[in-house]
């Protein structure tokens, strides 16, 4: 019999684990190794003050705290981050920002309760109340061409090398306005992988665009917008949250954007 739960981290990548299974195909019946997408908590803290606990995939952390910082609006900028450690143990990764004594003591009344699953932006917020942010109007932002989605789209799906072994990964992804990929980061989350592209943005100001291989939904609009990106591309559907948020904030949402086709809806 297969032992089902023998797995084992691939030390090159460890954003993949491969797996022991049994294959049923066509009446017959293979036991053989699968690759599938690492899941692991990530614990981040900042100052030594726990936050949140988010299911991830355990590469570019410090993207990922410091996108998640800015996209959460707990800092404004990266410069406000001053150091980041990460401490890997058996059960997952501690990552720990040092901030302004002042950012920490705001964080104590607003911290999050409980983790975060990867498919989930707003586990752990206490109230509807605390959900809600205010988000400044982002100036005007170029539009990019269908060539340029259509350019970008295919950049992301031969980028995607974790999900191209294990089939489970989400990705975003930094174009110019050519559609050439600047920067791509992966996730088993959408959430997560469009915090560890802010956080790469967030040292590497250009004029581009962000684009994700997930749905539009409310908080993936209100993190790029509070970011500061100006134009949010999808090749799922929008929610109607994601849609009311973006024309508040003037963030251009773009969806169903595929091969020479795309709609803006705001």
């Not at 406000?80 to 990764?93: A, K, P, R, T």
Request: charged letters at 20%; aromatic letters at 4%; proline letters at 3%.
């Amino acid at each position: 019999m297969a032992e089902h739960a023998h797995s084992d981290v691939n030390k090159a990548d460890p954003s993949v684990v491969s797996v022991s299974r049994r294959l049923q195909e066509d009446g017959t019946s293979v036991e053989n190794c699968d690759a599938v997408v690492a899941e692991v908590p990530v614990a981040m803290s900042f100052n030594g003050i726990s936050y949140a606990v988010m299911m991830a995939t355990p590469c570019d952390l410090e993207d990922f705290i410091r996108g998640f910082a800015i996209g959460e609006g707990i800092v404004d900028s990266a410069r406000s981050i001053f150091d980041i450690d990460q401490e890997f143990c058996e059960v997952g990764v501690a990552v720990n920002a040092t901030v302004s004594n002042e950012t920490a003591h705001r964080l104590k009344s607003r911290r999050r309760s409980m983790a975060g699953p990867s498919g989930c932006g707003l586990c752990g917020i206490e109230s509807i109340e605390h959900m809600t942010r205010d988000i400044v109007p982002l100036q005007a932002a170029n539009l990019p061409s269908q060539a340029a989605l259509d350019s970008a789209l295919s950049g992301m799906r031969h980028g995607q090398v974790v999900s191209q072994s294990t089939s489970g990964a989400h990705a975003a992804v930094w174009c110019d306005m050519d559609g050439s990929i600047v920067a791509l980061r992966e996730d088993v989350g959408r959430h997560n992988a469009l915090d560890k592209l802010i956080g790469w943005h967030s040292s590497e100001l250009a004029e581009g665009f962000v684009l994700v291989s997930s749905r539009a939904s409310y908080e993936m609009v209100a993190k790029a917008a509070t970011a500061g990106i100006g134009v949010l591309a999808t090749v799922s559907a929008p929610t109607s949250m994601a849609i009311e948020t973006a024309k508040t904030a003037n963030l251009k949402l773009i969806a169903f954007a595929s091969n020479g086709r795309h709609a803006l809806y705001s």
